[in-house]
């Protein structure tokens, strides 16, 4: 059965990016019907923590674009037309008041994401949101075919918002490119196991992978390595096959020689435990085959320097990303097939995209929801644009 329907616009996917476009259409005057399988802006709870990290404090657009692995010049024009001000501003109009965190990152000033969706959703009121999961969108008649569980409906213009996750398979007949989707920014499964170490933390290290350079937190998990510096380095490599190693530096910059000489009659573990938690520092002294306790002036040139490389040079060989960790998917439609002024496809007059359903994810940050703000206006402005 093909239902007729009073909207000319369709939105699939009501997370913050099908809902950022729907915010905006509205505002033009269109109002889109919005189909949504599970609760719209659902997705937005968990994010930042509860906290809802909605943007990040960089207003220069082409350095704003340089935090997104994939995407970056794409993002050059969608963030010269809605930029960070342009969201804080979005914010502020549907009566969430942001602040800027010491860190750059932009939360609501409640710190709630729950209050986030409340206001969003007050925002969308008059948006017609369609509980039913979209098996597939189809180029018909001029026009698109979707096709849910319920049945057939017919819209003019279609913006796809269904995210990066599993939703490939409803534009398969549309003849887009998809990019493999892969998890970036995930904790990653190592071959060593520290699961001794589940839950110890070391602050702001640096870290090196195939050449690249990388710091930040480190967390140890009970099969591998997580924290924001491997979410760095997941995000970066996410389109390199594994394995691949990393080397962390425990040092900070401190000398070793020095730190043994100023404490002369402490024992190596108890040193070393001044610049890392202790369990790490019992770890590391196993790994270089110190397993007794000497005191620091009776450890020789050589031992030194096995404990400084271990130390400097800590290897992990990371075998994959770990189990349903991922915040975010790299991969997905083609940027090459998208116009980055209006996000309507380039095979099909009528068919947008927006949100991390794009071959586009960034950093921890705020910058995957910039993202779904971003192009969520874009393809308002576009769907708007093609109907005069
Ligand atoms: C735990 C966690 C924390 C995060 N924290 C942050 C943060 O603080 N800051 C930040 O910038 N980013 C964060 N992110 C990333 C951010 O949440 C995503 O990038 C963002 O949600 C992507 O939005 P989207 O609308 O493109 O897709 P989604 O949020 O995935 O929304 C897609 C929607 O489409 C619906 N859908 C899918 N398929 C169909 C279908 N066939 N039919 C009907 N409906 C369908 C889904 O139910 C969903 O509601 C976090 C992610 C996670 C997992």
Redesign the pocket.
């Known amino acids: 059965m093909v239902h007729g329907s009073k909207s000319e616009t369709a939105i699939?996917?009501?997370?913050?990016?099908?809902c950022a476009c729907a915010y905006f259409l509205k505002q033009k005057g269109i109002i889109p019907v919005v189909?949504?399988?599970?609760s719209p802006l659902?997705?937005l709870l968990?994010?930042?923590g509860g906290r809802?990290?909605l943007a990040h404090a960089e207003f220069d657009f082409k350095a704003l674009a340089s935090n997104y692995p994939r995407g970056e010049k794409f993002l050059y024009s969608v963030f010269s037309r809605f930029g960070t001000s342009d969201t804080i501003d979005f914010f502020e109009k549907i009566g969430v008041e942001t602040y800027i965190q010491d860190d750059m990152r932009i939360f609501p000033k409640s710190n709630s994401s729950a209050d986030v969706r409340k206001a969003f959703l007050n925002a969308l009121s008059g948006v017609k949101f369609q509980q039913?999961?979209?098996m597939s969108v189809n180029f018909c008649n001029g026009g698109f075919e979707v096709r849910s569980e319920s049945g057939a409906y017919f819209f003019k213009n279609v913006v796809i918002?269904?995210?990066?996750?599993s939703?490939f398979s409803?534009v398969s007949g549309l003849g887009h490119r998809v990019i493999e989707p892969r998890p970036a920014l995930t904790a990653l499964k190592t071959t060593e196991n520290y699961s001794c170490l589940a839950g110890v933390s070391v602050r702001n290290i640096a870290a090196e992978c195939r050449g690249r350079s990388f710091s930040g937190d480190l967390l140890f998990t009970h099969d591998g390595v997580s924290g924001p510096v491997v979410y760095m380095i997941s995000s970066v490599m996410a389109r390199e096959n594994f394995p691949y190693k990393i080397r962390f530096d425990f040092m900070h910059g401190e000398n070793l020689q020095q730190l043994l000489n100023e404490n002369p009659h402490k024992t190596i573990k108890n040193v070393i435990s001044e610049i890392m938690p202790k369990s790490l520092a019992e770890t590391v002294l196993k790994k270089c085959s110190v397993n007794e306790n000497p005191e620091a002036h009776k450890i020789d040139g050589k031992t030194r320097d096995r404990i400084l490389k271990t130390l400097s040079e800590f290897e992990v060989e990371a075998v994959s990303p770990a189990k349903g960790g991922e915040?975010?998917m790299s991969g997905g439609i083609a940027l090459d097939e998208v116009n980055s002024k209006t996000m309507e496809s380039k095979l099909h007059k009528g068919l947008y995209f927006c949100?991390?359903?794009l071959d586009i994810d960034g950093f921890c940050g705020?910058?995957?929801?910039?993202n779904?703000w971003s192009t969520g206006f874009l393809a308002a402005e576009g769907v708007s644009a093609g109907r005069v």
């Not at 699939?12 to 099908?18: I, L, Q, R, Y």
């Not at 918002?161 to 996750?165: D, E, M, P, Q, R």
């Not at 705020?366 to 910039?370: I, T």
Request: with cysteine.
């Open positions: 699939v996917g009501g997370g913050p990016a099908g189909f949504e399988k599970k659902k997705t968990p994010t930042g809802c990290n039913e999961n979209v918002a269904a995210g990066g996750h939703a409803i915040v975010v949100g991390e359903m705020g910058f995957n929801l910039q779904c």
